[in-house]
């Protein structure tokens, strides 16, 4: 069992930077693949990043590449997202999801545990 508490959202403008984190609680973090998603009012929850356990192999949506990067320090039992350069269509509440998987990790299906989210702004 894994519980998930996102945390650093909120407001800040466009072409700034925030860093949301995502504590989990578990002693078997490091063998979850973590990943962030977002949903944006009136849209489907989309896949953002995603961070495999067994590799550190990492993987973006293309909306976010290059802006966007996940890490995560296993000796804490945390991920991060570090979002840069800040787009108002990044607006949207960002999920933290853990999963025991590999594979097909851009897809919401594949994780079993998630956290409540937080709400990140962005203003032009």
């Known amino acids: 069992q894994v519980q998930l508490v996102e945390s650093g959202g909120g407001l800040v403008q466009a072409g700034g930077s925030l860093r949301l984190s995502c504590a989990a609680s578990?002693?078997?973090?490091?063998?979850?693949?973590m990943g962030w998603f977002r949903q944006a009012p009136g849209k489907e929850r989309e896949f953002v990043a995603a961070?495999?356990?067994?590799?550190?192999?990492?993987y973006y949506a293309d909306s976010v590449k290059g802006r966007f990067t996940i890490f995560r320090d296993n000796a804490k039992n945390a991920v991060y997202l570090q979002m840069n350069s800040l787009k108002p269509e990044d607006t949207a509440v960002y999920y933290c999801?853990?999963?025991?998987?590999?594979?097909?990790?851009?897809?919401?299906?594949?994780?079993?545990?998630w956290g409540r989210g937080t709400q990140v702004t962005v203003s032009s």
């Open positions: 578990g002693r078997t973090f490091s063998t979850y693949t």
């Open positions: 961070i495999r356990w067994s590799d550190g192999s990492t």
């Open positions: 999801a853990a999963t025991a998987l590999i594979v097909r990790l851009t897809e919401d299906t594949s994780y079993g545990y």
